[in-house]
């Protein structure tokens, strides 16, 4: 019998690498395996538990085995819909959700139904192009820069419009921001949203750290454009439920024909998201002061984490703002450029390399995120820690009190480590 040549795979396909994120912390734990001592801060899982409320209702669900409807379960649809009409400031119904087995799955079927160009920032996280050319639409990158903060301008963004302004397009927008860990004033949101009206884009609002804002100030641009966004979150990052794989998108009513173009091709391809992990869900939505508590204490930890690296990190001078959500920073190594070539380091991958295998520091180049190889930046994701002891420690303490050092090196000691060991590396050049 013949075999199938190897060239037989996709085009679309051919040539592409394992996730970079997924692909560092295999990485990581082959080099734990071996007895290495390595500080992951490649992979950005949250460090936090899953939220006992949201937990107790999986238990009470576990029995739940029938197949949901492909748009999701109606009280899971329900209780987002009304958590987001508050949260986002735009109403919204029930008929308005879809439920999906992660955002990053609910994003592969937009961008599979939807026909028209993508367009993202550059620094933005690994999957966006990967999906684009997997399925074959063309990547368009918006260059940001670092006195920005990383973020996409109103300007640059109109700019892309010039050639082709009918051409249709799918803006992805992600705040707090992985890989940087920054976010847009009010007024900013408002400029984008005006050009995104304007030019008539599809605008898929990435807000799966909104509610990891470091100040509990998160804005949702949809209130600005709410005819052309759809709003994109789940479990994994605000609720620590990375491995149920629950994601939502929350449409407009305008965009009905496009939720349910994707409900058509979500019936074709996984039917329903598992039907104990739904109904556990419901809890996640409620107004339940516990998870107002774990939320509030876990920005209170991170707040304090990201402030206290980006300073460790200037003094030594890497070039590293506060971060003003999630639990990364996006740091940059330009400003140390003569010092580290002698070292060998001629790009952000073999930046990421030397840390690694002299540091045992895991990070991911900011090449992966799309930035210019030669550009001296790393992404750091500040959570190998023990989130449930912080947790409780923070609990005893005065909740109008800025974290110590002390607290963070006894209660997420393995990041403070993690971030000395970097700048020890950088002062021994």
Same mark, same amino acid.
């Given at each position: 019998?013949?075999?199938?040549?190897?060239?037989?795979?996709?085009?679309?396909?051919?040539?592409?690498?394992?996730?970079?994120?997924?692909?560092?912390?295999?990485?990581?734990?082959?080099?734990?395996?071996?007895?290495?001592?390595?500080?992951?801060?490649?992979?950005?899982?949250?460090?936090?538990?899953?939220?006992?409320?949201?937990?107790?209702?999986?238990?009470?669900?576990? %029995?739940?085995?029938?197949?949901?409807?492909?748009?999701?379960?109606?009280?899971?649809?329900?209780?987002?819909?009304?958590?987001?009409?508050?949260?986002?400031?735009?109403?919204?119904?029930?008929?308005?959700?879809?439920?999906?087995?992660?955002?990053?799955?609910?994003?592969?079927?937009?961008?599979?139904?939807?026909?028209?160009?993508?367009?993202?920032?550059?620094? #933005?996280?690994?999957?966006?192009?990967?999906?684009?050319?997997?399925?074959? @639409?063309?990547?368009?990158?918006?260059?940001?820069?670092?006195?920005?903060?990383?973020?996409?301008?109103?300007? @640059?963004?109109?700019?892309?419009?010039?050639?082709?302004?009918?051409?249709?397009?799918?803006?992805?927008? +992600?705040?707090?921001?992985?890989?940087?860990?920054?976010?847009?004033?009010? /007024?900013?949101?408002?400029?984008?949203?005006?050009?995104? @009206?304007?030019?008539?884009?599809?605008?898929?609002?990435?807000?799966?750290?909104?509610?990891? %804002? %470091?100040?509990?100030?998160?804005?949702?641009?949809?209130?600005?454009?709410?005819?052309?966004?759809?709003?994109? #979150?789940?479990?994994?990052?605000?609720?620590?439920?990375?491995?149920?794989?629950?994601?939502?998108?929350?449409?407009?009513?305008?965009?009905?024909?496009?939720?349910?173009?994707?409900?058509?091709?979500?019936?074709?391809?996984?039917?329903?998201?598992?039907?104990?992990?739904?109904?556990?869900?419901?809890?996640?939505?409620?107004?339940?002061?516990?998870?107002?508590?774990?939320?509030?204490?876990?920005?209170?930890?991170?707040?304090?984490?990201?402030?206290?690296?980006?300073?460790?990190?200037?003094?030594?001078?890497?070039?590293?703002?506060?971060?003003?959500?999630?639990?990364?920073?996006?740091?940059?190594?330009? +400003?140390?450029?003569?010092?580290?070539?002698?070292?060998?380091?001629?790009?952000?991958?073999?930046?990421? +390399?030397?840390?690694?295998?002299?540091?045992?520091?895991?990070?991911?180049?900011?090449?992966?995120?799309? @930035?210019?190889?030669?550009?001296?930046?790393?992404?750091?994701?500040?959570? /190998?820690?023990?989130?449930?002891?912080?947790? /409780?420690?923070?609990?005893?303490?005065?909740?109008?009190?800025?974290? #110590?050092?002390?607290?963070?090196?006894?209660?997420?000691?393995?990041?403070?480590?993690?971030?000395?060991?970097?700048?020890?590396?950088?002062?021994?050049?």
């Amino acid at each position: 019998m013949g075999r199938l040549p190897p060239n037989s795979i996709n085009l679309n396909v051919r040539g592409l690498s394992q996730s970079a994120t997924i692909a560092i912390n295999d990485r990581s734990n082959a080099l734990r395996a071996e007895g290495r001592t390595i500080f992951k801060l490649g992979l950005g899982q949250s460090p936090f538990p899953v939220p006992r409320p949201v937990v107790e209702a999986l238990r009470a669900n576990a %029995h739940q085995k029938d197949y949901l409807p492909v748009k999701g379960l109606p009280q899971l649809r329900q209780a987002i819909a009304a958590h987001y009409s508050e949260l986002a400031k735009v109403e919204r119904t029930a008929e308005d959700v879809m439920i999906g087995p992660g955002s990053k799955e609910l994003m592969f079927l937009l961008q599979l139904v939807f026909y028209g160009d993508l367009v993202i920032p550059s620094p #933005s996280w690994v999957s966006y192009a990967p999906q684009a050319q997997i399925i074959g @639409r063309r990547v368009r990158y918006v260059q940001t820069h670092r006195d920005d903060g990383w973020c996409l301008r109103a300007d @640059r963004f109109a700019e892309l419009f010039g050639e082709d302004p009918e051409r249709p397009t799918l803006v992805i927008l +992600n705040y707090p921001n992985n890989p940087t860990g920054y976010t847009y004033e009010l /007024d900013e949101l408002k400029q984008l949203a005006s050009v995104a @009206r304007e030019h008539g884009v599809l605008l898929l609002s990435d807000e799966i750290y909104g509610q990891l %804002h %470091h100040q509990g100030a998160h804005q949702s641009i949809a209130q600005f454009y709410p005819e052309g966004t759809i709003i994109s #979150s789940g479990l994994s990052k605000w609720c620590g439920a990375g491995g149920w794989r629950l994601g939502t998108f929350i449409f407009p009513a305008e965009l009905r024909w496009l939720l349910d173009a994707m409900a058509v091709a979500a019936s074709e391809t996984f039917t329903s998201t598992a039907a104990p992990i739904q109904w556990a869900a419901v809890a996640a939505y409620q107004p339940d002061p516990e998870i107002k508590t774990y939320l509030t204490n876990s920005r209170r930890i991170l707040r304090a984490l990201g402030r206290w690296l980006a300073g460790r990190l200037r003094q030594v001078g890497v070039l590293c703002a506060d971060p003003d959500g999630a639990f990364y920073a996006f740091v940059d190594f330009s +400003n140390l450029r003569p010092q580290l070539a002698l070292r060998g380091v001629t790009d952000s991958a073999s930046l990421c +390399n030397l840390l690694l295998d002299q540091a045992g520091v895991a990070m991911l180049p900011g090449a992966d995120f799309g @930035r210019p190889p030669e550009e001296l930046t790393l992404r750091l994701a500040y959570v /190998d820690f023990e989130g449930q002891q912080a947790l /409780d420690a923070v609990e005893a303490l005065d909740p109008d009190a800025e974290l #110590s050092e002390a607290f963070l090196r006894q209660y997420c000691g393995r990041v403070l480590e993690a971030i000395d060991r970097v700048a020890d590396w950088v002062e021994r050049g």
